[in-house]
């Protein structure tokens, strides 16, 4: 070895092959011992090298599990930030987070946006308590959310307001989901919680996405939309831009 170092007085040799041949025939004995003794200190080495890259491996996979680990819980962090707590959909920061990621459906489908208002839910709260008012903002969620196919998002936005973020081929179709969310609040019984004479229903608006307008102008003439259902007594929807032979 280049870096060893004598702890006793002794005499170095630099021997040649034929040095070393003479030797190995005049004393066998002392080259057995001086060979087993350079082998050991060579598999010793090897084994030091070897525990020494174990342990570099070991801690190369405690750091990638602990990557996977912080990135696991970024991600559930990052999920409960974008989810309501109460209804487990989308809240409007989800809803935010994947505008900013859509990309324009492609062939024939088109982005529709149904805004959604539960009516008189102040009301609710007032004369039947916050619980009750809870129970029905979990059931109008539950219609919300079984109006969805592939690649929609239902969200609620806060408060008693929820929307529907859907991939459809017409303007018919998106009438077409906003009637199911009509028919399937009406249909709604709440006598589980003592409730049986409490009808809920919700307004709605409605709109195909235009993106050379822009999110902010595209969600405004929807909201319109919302509150002209609004303004006549809600229990209906309307859908921003429809012709007649659409309506």
């Known amino acids: 070895m280049a870096d060893a170092v004598a702890v006793t007085d002794c005499e170095l040799w630099s021997v040649d092959q034929p040095g070393f041949d003479i030797l190995l025939q005049s004393q066998p004995d002392r080259m057995v011992q001086f060979m087993r003794r350079s082998f050991s200190y060579l598999v010793a080495s090897e084994q030091q090298l070897v525990l020494g890259l174990q342990r570099r491996n070991e801690d190369l996979i405690r750091a990638m599990e602990s990557l996977r680990k912080t990135r696991g819980e970024l991600t559930r962090a990052e999920d409960q930030v974008r989810t309501d707590d109460m209804t487990g959909l989308c809240n409007r920061r989800g809803l935010y987070a994947y505008l900013d990621d859509l990309t324009p459906p492609s062939g024939e489908l088109q982005l529709g946006l149904l805004l959604i208002d539960l009516d008189r839910f102040k009301q609710i709260n007032d004369q039947c308590g916050h619980m009750v008012g809870d129970e029905v903002l979990c059931a109008v969620a539950h219609v919300v959310n079984d109006a969805t196919r592939n690649c929609d998002l239902a969200c609620r ?15 018919g179709e998106l009438c077409e989901r ?30 195909l996405c235009r993106y050379i307008d822009g999110w902010s102008v595209w969600y405004s003439d929807i909201d319109r939309a919302l509150y002209s259902v609004k303004a006549i007594g809600g229990d209906g929807w309307h859908v921003a831009g429809l012709t007649d032979a659409e309506a």
């Open 178 to 207: 906003a009637n199911q969310i009509l028919e399937g609040v009406r249909r709604l019984s709440f006598a589980e919680v003592d409730q049986p004479q409490l009808l809920a229903s919700v307004s709605i608006g409605g709109g």
């Open 157 to 171: 936005l806060g408060g008693d307001e929820f929307a529907l973020l859907c991939h459809v081929n017409t303007s």
